[in-house]
């Protein structure tokens, strides 16, 4: 008992930033498929690449939820520590202000 935890929260808002920032850039990402169809030539080329690209586009949407949830729970562990860091040295002000 008695340990210490110690985050650098300067890191970790860096992180959700960035976390946010891939996602960003997933979520603008192209569709893989547009406009390579009538090049393809090949029905079955040209079914297998919108198959792929459909299931990407899947793995996509979940990989975006993912990255905005991993962002919003770093976001929330920086406020948290600092909320307790905040409450924590305002409470040793009142005591050090009380004993005089």
Not at 5 to 13: E, P
Not at 60 to 87: C, F, H, I, M, P
């Amino acid at each position: 008992m008695g340990g210490r935890l110690k985050a650098d929260l300067t890191r970790i808002a860096q992180v959700s930033r960035q976390i946010e920032q891939l996602a960003n850039e997933f979520g603008q990402a192209t569709k893989l498929t547009e406009g390579y169809q009538p090049a393809l030539g090949d029905a079955a080329l040209a079914s297998a690449l919108g198959s792929f690209a459909t299931d990407w586009a899947i793995h996509r949407a979940r990989l975006l939820d993912d990255l905005e949830q991993e962002s919003k729970l770093a976001d929330t562990a920086v406020k948290a520590y600092n909320g307790t860091d905040d409450a924590l040295a305002a409470a040793l002000r009142k005591q050090q202000a009380a004993a005089g």
